[in-house]
């Protein structure tokens, strides 16, 4: 199984878990994920594959939490996100708040940072509060690093997209 099976077959199990949802909310759902096997079939002989499916499914996830949220309201809390990335990279979160640089911490730090802004909607300022009173640049510069990151290295998708499950 391709990564990008595994990735789709996982996207599909956690939509299957999802709550019941108003009719409109349950066709955009199907309108999406539709669109999520569209878009398997274009670019499965792709060469450039792995880095096509990114970008479009970070559109598709965007429509996808937009339409979730604006039926039930709720996103992740930072203190959710910072579990769910402490657990998926068994790093203890008092060493993730602390002001730890060892690599590993750091990169669980800096994919929760990422989530943090991504899902929640909340400010640099006060995220940066909930990682230990960091300052805004600080949350800025993870965020930013793992964003170009995304792009270029499937892995570090890879565990962003595990962290962003393990909330659902």
Partial sequence: M??????????????????PQPKALEHDLHGLIAEQRQLMDEIA??????ATWVKRQKAINFKLRAAVENASGSRPSISSIQVAA?????????????????????????????L?????????TEIGRKFGNRDHTTILHGFQKIQGLIRSDWEVAYDVAHVEARLS
């Fill in 86 to 114: 402490s657990d998926y990279f068994v790093v203890e979160l008092h060493e993730m708040l602390a002001t730890c640089r060892i690599k590993d911490v750091a990169y669980a730090r800096h994919i929760a940072m990422y």
């Fill in 45 to 50: 002989d792709s060469t450039d594959a792995v």
């Fill in 116 to 124: 943090c802004r991504t899902l929640t909607g909340r400010s640099l």
């Fill in 2 to 19: 391709s990564l990008i099976e595994r990735l789709h077959a996982e996207r599909k199990e956690r939509l299957a878990r999802m709550a």
